[in-house]
């Protein structure tokens, strides 16, 4: 199995307008390793700062407030879909930089609940945003609605042709 960097994780996220919670493995053959010390050192130079990341979150949020069309009486519900994006965002990044620095350490069977245990985090972060998310959408115009669900649905369907996890 391998991790996708935390930069891959952010532009994973960050096309399907979700939080930085959208995080995946991909499955891939059995192979021989490089030593655990040169591989968590290269994993860990291909990594965002957790500034960098934050920036990448935060240039998303205001593309999509501009999508949307987010109004100052809105204010209170953006506010709040924004924290928990940029709370989910953080709490991924230190959750599998955990994940990092055991992974070495791991039996097959402690790497398969591991990742079981970050599909449940994910889960929940996802969850919170779509509350966070209701709440904003039920204060939207009809015509923010319908601009809400196409960019939506385009983020979605382009991350679908390119083979990216898409959201249940």
């Known amino acids: 199995m391998k991790i996708i960097t935390t930069g891959r ?4 996220c960050l096309g ?17 390793q490089a030593p655990a010390a040169a591989t968590n050192q290269a994993r860990r130079t291909q990594h965002l700062t957790q ?5 990448q979150v935060e240039t998303h949020l ?3 407030r501009t999508q949307l069309g987010i109004t100052p009486a809105q204010e209170p519900q953006w506010q709040e879909f924004a924290k928990v994006q940029r709370d989910n965002a953080i709490a991924m990044r230190q959750r599998f930089t955990q994940r990092g620095t055991q992974l070495a350490q791991m039996s097959a069977a402690d790497n398969m ?9 994910l889960a929940q972060e ?3 945003l779509a509350t966070a998310f209701r709440g904003l959408y039920d204060v939207m115009s009809p015509e923010q609605k319908q601009r809400a669900d196409v960019v939506f649905r385009t983020h979605q369907q382009q991350q679908h042709r390119r083979g990216a996890p898409r959201p249940s």
């Open 51 to 55: 500034e960098q990341m934050m920036q």
């Open 9 to 12: 994780i952010a532009a994973l």
């Open 62 to 64: 205001a593309a999509l």
């Open 113 to 121: 609940m591991d990742y079981a245990q970050i599909t449940e985090l």
């Open 126 to 128: 996802r969850m919170r």
């Open 16 to 32: 399907l307008s979700l939080p930085l919670a959208a995080v995946a493995q991909e499955p891939r053959a059995a192979s021989v």
